[in-house]
């Protein structure tokens, strides 16, 4: 079953990191990764440009309706994902458990709809 680890990220909180920190965090992500692309079960995955760079798009009345960043109020951000393939739910949960960003903020486990269309 295929899953997207949704990591989200809160600005104040990277932020506040050390240079030294962040390095650590960015290459405990790193050794995981190698890990499940060894084990078979990553497809994919990246960080996301700042929200600083994102435009929502929404078409109402057959007209595009263009603004910046994802939602103004929101303190919280999706910073980046990873597609993996493994075989439960509950493993999708103990990898997410083990990228840096759930000690952070969150990361999010949903699975992908698979269908006529959807394979990867």
């Known amino acids: ?12 909180g990277w932020e506040a990191l050390t240079e030294q920190e962040r390095a650590a965090l ?5 050794a995981l990764t190698r ?3 060894e084990s078979g079960e990553w497809l994919a995955g990246a960080p ?9 798009v929404r078409v109402r009345d057959g007209a595009a309706e263009v603004t910046d960043g994802p939602f103004v109020e929101a303190k919280e951000h999706l910073a980046g994902y990873d597609l993996v393939d493994c075989e439960s739910r509950e493993r ?8 840096p960003g ?14 006529a269309g959807m394979e990867m």
């Open 1 to 12: 079953m295929k899953y997207m680890l949704l990591i989200y990220s809160n600005p104040a």
């Open 26 to 30: 960015a290459e405990e992500h790193d």
């Open 35 to 37: 890990e499940l692309v």
């Open 48 to 56: 996301l440009a700042d929200p600083v760079n994102t435009r929502t």
């Open 92 to 99: 999708a949960v103990e990898i997410a458990s083990r990228i």
């Open 102 to 115: 759930s000690r952070l903020v969150a990361v999010e486990v949903r699975p992908l709809m698979e269908g």
